[in-house]
């Protein structure tokens, strides 16, 4: 189990690395603005995810990890071609959304080629973790990255940076996809019967889709509402702050995406003590990562600052030692809803999300009547100490539960 979660850990620091040295390249190569129609874009692309999430990697992780044979394999075909439909749906949809939010034709166009190439790229991660595979993922990704970063390079020589970094994206994904991938028996021709398969899925996937949407909003509302009240430029540089941040929550992201099979594995089989121990081993490792990283961050601050020359590029560093709370404040959150996910509890997770993202919405909303743009991350922070103790007033009862139990 260790090694699984090691190397799915490993492969997050690949894809946060990347990730995080383009956008830093992005940020000092660009203006604001155009910066900020990058990060509207990605995050626009990155909308689909969520479905694709609650529909089918959940089901994947948590449904799929126990069975073999041919029934593995029916199952596998029908997650897999209804995948299929729920990205080319939810593609579209990005499009569309990015051209009511005022993004060029040609970069809506780019963002729905990401969230199509991203979401098939996804399945294969996941369905690596899944059989228990993370060398296929960390092989997948490296190819992708390292594609991604070069073509960055080479595209920029023809194309605006922002449309060099997201089209980078989308061969890379390709790239990655051609070299490393798993068979996924996919039969669209099947659609209506894999759908009719489908229907005892839906039971508990309709309220991990509901989560999904709430969990998005929770993510990335901000985004949206900065774009709208303030605009591209104003979005570049608070984004900005939380680019040298995302390492800490990405890399919790990687934690739960190795986790949430085995912690399923494990509750499966009616050992909710070794889960909850797996979640709280598992959350205080990441905590105390990020808390280092933030503090060393945070302390070459002024070595940062001096390595900037533009004034105007230089003012979001000083949001980031907001940015560093809101990161570490994120992560339990993000592992007992992996927790929550592995016990088929969407609507418990769900409902929790609501209440952080009505109050953080509420808050956002100064940003239209003068509010400064630091308000929107002391939005952030207060949703994510709402929801932080909501889920820890469920989860630690059952802790000393389990405890009491065993002992």
């Known amino acids: 189990m260790r090694h699984v979660v090691y190397l799915a850990v490993l492969n997050q620091a690949v894809v946060s690395g990347s990730m995080f040295a383009l956008n830093v390249a992005l940020i000092g190569l660009s203006s604001p603005a155009a910066y900020g129609q990058f990060v509207l874009a990605l995050a626009l692309s990155l909308l689909s995810f969520g479905a694709q999430n609650a529909l089918i990697l959940l089901p994947l992780n948590v449904l799929l990890a126990p069975l073999s044979g041919q029934r593995r394999r029916v199952s596998l075909r029908m997650l897999s071609t209804i995948d299929a439909a729920v990205l080319g749906l939810t593609s579209l949809s990005v499009i569309g959304l990015s051209l009511l939010f005022g993004l060029p034709p040609f970069l809506a166009v780019l963002a729905g080629a990401l969230a199509l190439t991203n979401g098939m790229r996804e399945f294969q991660r996941s369905l690596y973790l899944t059989d ?6 960390l092989w997948l990704d490296i190819i992708t990255f390292a594609v991604a970063l070069t073509t960055t390079a080479a595209l920029s020589f023809v194309l605006s940076l922002t449309e060099a970094a997201l089209t980078a994206l989308i061969i890379g994904n390709l790239a990655g996809l051609a070299f ?9 021709s099947r659609l209506p019967r894999m759908l009719r398969r489908y229907a005892p899925y839906w039971t508990k996937s309709r309220w991990a889709l509901f989560g999904a949407g ?5 993510l990335r509302l901000y985004v949206f509402v900065i774009e709208f009240a303030r605009g591209s430029a104003a979005l570049g540089m608070v984004y900005a702050g939380r680019v040298l941040v995302n ?7 990687g934690w739960t995406r190795a986790s949430r099979p085995i912690i399923a594995r494990q509750l499966a089989e009616g050992d909710k003590r070794t889960a909850l121990h797996t979640l709280f081993a598992g959350t205080a490792v990441l905590i105390l990562i990020g808390a280092v990283y933030v503090v060393i961050l945070n302390a070459c601050l002024p070595l940062i600052k001096g390595m900037i020359a533009s004034p105007e590029s230089r003012a979001f560093l000083d949001l980031l030692p907001l940015w560093s709370l809101f990161a570490v404040l994120a992560v339990p959150a993000i592992c007992i809803g992996v927790y929550l996910q592995a016990a088929h509890r969407y609507q418990t997770l769900a409902m929790s999300i609501c209440g952080s993202v009505l109050v953080s919405g509420v808050l956002l909303c100064g940003l239209f009547f003068g509010a400064p743009l630091q308000w929107a991350i002391y939005s952030l922070i207060i ?3 709402v929801l932080l103790t909501t889920l820890l007033a469920i989860v630690l009862p059952e802790a000393l539960e389990a405890r009491e139990v065993a002992a």
């Open 132 to 137: 228990g595979k993370p060398a296929g993922l």
């Open 180 to 188: 490393v991938r798993q068979p996924t028996l996919c039969s669209p």
């Open 214 to 218: 709430v969990t998005e909003a929770h």
């Open 247 to 253: 390492p800490v929550t990405l890399l919790a992201f």
């Open 383 to 385: 949703g994510e100490v």
